[in-house]
């Protein structure tokens, strides 16, 4: 099955700062790379997205990166603010589109600190 | 709540005793995930269910059942044979299609204790 591992278990940065989290996964059939964040005591959510087909993708001061080929994908965060400060969780997925569901296998998570 | 509904937020079980987790959903979504949440080991899958009346084991089902009568519902119960239940369960469902539809949406989750 599926193993994603993601990198450092903990960030802390400068508010103003950039912070970049990693992801590995090794299965090769996986084509849907969603990030979650979560904050404390609540639920995850989903923050940004990227299918296989599409190297890079932004959302104001988030951006995701995937290397199909190396089998990894990174979380950029530009202009941190304390309310970035979260637990940020990537994750992998077989099978997006169609009539399939493929279940998200997740990383470990990263506790992310913006200190003002 | 955002389509999908955990009850209830805090649950404490005694020893040897099976307690149900509740997940309900409105979105009209086919599939429904159980996942749980210990500190510094992400989420982790229990059961899924892509259909009523149809559902898999995930990563970690030993101590767990599930059941999928109706597309809304899709009940956990954790039971006296998992030993360690002390952890956040999160319920989350999806939709067929490409994103976003096809992306999870969670539930509030449930803080299960054991006394």
């Known amino acids: 099955g599926e193993n994603v591992e993601q990198h450092p278990s903990t960030l802390s940065v400068q508010e103003g700062d950039s912070a970049v989290i990693k992801c590995t996964y090794s299965?090769?059939?996986?084509?849907?790379f969603p990030w979650y964040k979560q904050e404390l005591g609540k639920r995850p959510q989903l923050i940004i997205d990227?299918?296989?087909?599409?190297g890079e993708k932004k959302d104001q001061r988030i951006a995701v990166t995937l290397n199909k080929t190396a089998k990894h994908f990174s979380l950029h965060i530009t202009e941190t603010q304390p309310e970035d400060s979260a637990v940020y969780f990537c994750?992998?997925?077989?099978?997006?589109?169609?009539?399939?569901?493929?279940?998200?296998?997740f990383g470990q998570g990263t506790i992310l600190t913006v200190h003002p | 709540d955002g389509g999908i509904t955990q009850s209830p937020k805090y649950l404490f079980r005694k020893e040897g005793q099976n307690v149900t987790l509740s997940c309900e959903q409105n979105?009209?979504?086919?599939?429904m995930y159980w996942y749980r949440q210990d500190p510094g080991q992400g989420l982790r899958l229990i059961y899924y269910?892509?259909?009523?009346?149809?559902?898999q084991k995930g990563d970690i089902a030993e101590g767990y059942s599930v059941s999928r009568e109706k597309k809304e519902s899709f009940p956990l119960t954790v039971t006296s044979a998992q030993k360690n239940p002390t952890a956040f369960y999160l319920c989350?469902?999806?939709?067929?299609?490409?994103?976003?539809?096809?992306?999870?949406?969670f539930g509030s989750g449930t803080r299960l204790t054991v006394v």
């Open positions: 989350a469902s999806s939709g067929p299609g490409p994103p976003p539809n096809y992306g999870y949406t």
């Open positions: 299965d090769s059939a996986s084509n849907y």
């Open positions: 990227i299918r296989s087909n599409v």
């Open positions: 994750a992998a997925s077989p099978n997006a589109g169609g009539t399939s569901y493929g279940k998200l296998t």
């Open positions: 979105l009209n979504h086919d599939a």
């Open positions: 269910s892509q259909i009523v009346n149809d559902f």
